[in-house]
């Protein structure tokens, strides 16, 4: 079964407002990584959240990962056009030989 | 330059052929996956390599057989293709070391299956 539950599938915002993704694992984490993924591309490293509780920030997207290392989140303030795309998380369990565990994604759209 | 490339870019095949798929990354990484992307985006996982070592194989039918002839590339060839088997097919790459687990995914191959 999906090892890695992530919300909501489908994110429509008018450009300006915020917008936030959820992603939710049964087992501890090691790490987890975000994708996104523009329309007709492949997905792209964007970062990776190691520590319990750890808050990373690229300008306006914030990235959380949770104390118990079982959650996480991605936050973009003030959404524009060119964040279009499907946003994932990937949490890996074990070694840096374990598979990642793909969230569905979230697919924003931004409407201008 | 590009760090995973694939080809073809797109395939255009009738059912029950066989198709091969190639992947090449100068990126100097150990480990590579093939993932298989259908129409709700949804990113599966199909196989993974390290130092030309299967270490994952998903629950694939066994028509999809990938081959990794060097640390370089990995190749996935299906046969008897069905209608379900059209999805975009992405190659990633990474290195197996704490720290540096990010995947660099390929442009991918749309296969579409008539």
């Known amino acids: 079964g999906q090892q890695v539950m992530q919300i909501p599938q489908y994110q429509h915002v008018q450009e300006g407002e915020d917008f936030t993704t959820y992603c939710n694992s049964s087992?501890?984490?090691?790490?987890i990584q975000w994708y996104k993924q523009r329309p007709g591309g492949h997905p792209v490293f964007l970062i990776q959240?190691?520590?319990?509780?750890e808050v990373k920030k690229q300008k306006r997207l914030t990235f959380q990962f949770g104390e118990a290392k079982k959650n996480s989140s991605l936050h973009i303030t003030a959404t524009q056009t060119t964040d279009v795309g499907t946003y994932f998380c990937a949490g890996r369990r074990g070694s840096t030989l374990g598979r990642l565990y793909f969230g569905r994604g979230t697919q924003l759209t931004v409407w201008p | 330059d590009t760090a995973v490339s694939q080809t073809p870019k797109y395939l255009v095949t009738q059912m029950g052929n066989d198709k091969s798929i190639k992947c090449e990354q100068n990126l100097g990484h150990d480990t590579m996956y093939w993932y298989k992307q259908d129409s709700k985006k949804f990113l599966k996982i199909m196989f993974s390599y390290n130092n030309k070592e299967l270490i994952i194989n998903e629950t694939v039918p066994n028509r999809f057989s990938p081959k990794s002839p060097d640390k370089a590339h990995l190749n996935l060839h299906i046969n008897s293709l069905e209608l379900g088997d059209s999805a975009v097919y992405f190659c990633?790459?990474?290195?197996?070391?704490?720290?540096?687990?990010?995947?660099?995914f390929g442009p991918g191959t749309r296969l579409l299956v008539l």
């Open positions: 087992t501890t984490l090691s790490n």
């Open positions: 990633a790459s990474s290195q197996a070391l704490q720290g540096q687990e990010t995947q660099y």
């Open positions: 959240l190691v520590k319990s509780g």
